[in-house]
T-cell receptor
Framework: DADVTQTPRNRITKTGKRIMLECSQT?????MYWYRQDPGLGLQLIYY???????NKGEISDGYSVSRQAQAKFSLSLESAIPNQTALYFC?????????????????FGPGTRLTVT | AQSVAQPEDQVNVAEGNPLTVKCTYS??????LFWYVQYPNRGLQFLLK??????LVKGSYGFEAEFNKSQTSFHLKKPSALVSDSALYFC????????????FGTGTRLQVFP
């Protein structure tokens, strides 16, 4: 979905390096999410944010940190990368309500960042 | 604990045949259920959802899903498969403990053969 962009799309880094993955959206959604995808495990939630001042840990936040610089931007950092953080990382957004005004729960995903830690 | 299960890692079907991708859920009360599709090198795309109402939900690309409360299932279906439907499909349920979260299944790879 071109409304949610992620940079970089691919990254190879070494163990111990700090790395930042960036997500931007033009959908105007307030809620943003970071997931990692591993083969056979589906998607696991790392962090999520309701707005700039509201950050929440997901299921697997250890070793990760996030920054919500603006409503449209949500960055994920690996402070000291390790090989088992090799995965596909997705950013997603969600509006609080759909066009009819009822709560909306579907999320809209970016294209993903493939991260390899050697 | 709340969860969704996709019992098949892969489903193979011939083009033109009907397809079914299975999903069962474990959630107390009335679930909010979703299907997403992931094409190679792409993010997940929303296909359809069940919130309430008709048990048969229609979505994008000709897909539909049938909610069955007695069997706690939400199987994805399409009457006639296309080769271009080949992708990874995820079922998800809204987390009742934290309604801003979705709980995803492990995914089913659909392979449609010409």
């Amino acid at each position: 979905d071109a409304d949610v962009t992620q940079t970089p799309r691919n990254r190879i880094t070494k163990t111990g390096k700090r790395i930042m993955l960036e997500c931007s959206q033009t959908k105007g959604h307030d809620r943003m999410y970071w997931y990692r995808q591993d083969p056979g495990l589906g998607l696991q939630l790392i962090y999520y944010s309701f707005d700039v001042k509201d950050i929440n840990k997901g299921e697997i936040s250890d070793g990760y940190s996030v920054s919500r610089q603006a409503q449209a931007k949500f960055s994920l950092s690996l402070e000291s990368a390790i090989p088992n953080q090799t995965a596909l990382y997705f950013c997603a957004t969600r509006p609080p309500r759909d066009r009819g005004g009822t709560p909306s729960y579907e999320q809209y995903f970016g294209p993903g960042t493939r991260l390899t830690v050697t | 604990a709340q969860s969704v299960a996709q019992p098949e890692d892969q489903v193979n079907v011939a083009e033109g045949n009907p397809l079914t991708v299975k999903c069962t859920y474990s959630v107390s009360g009335n679930p909010y259920l979703f299907w997403y599709v992931q094409y190679p090198n792409r993010g997940l795309q929303f296909l359809l959802k069940y919130i309430t109402g008709d048990n048969l939900v229609k979505g994008s690309y000709g897909f539909e899903a049938e909610f069955n409360k007695s069997q706690t299932s939400f199987h994805l279906k399409k009457p006639s498969a296309l080769v271009s439907d080949s992708a990874l499909y995820f079922c998800a349920v809204r987390d009742k403990g934290n309604t801003d979260k979705l709980i995803f299944g492990t995914g089913t790879r659909l392979q449609v053969f010409p």
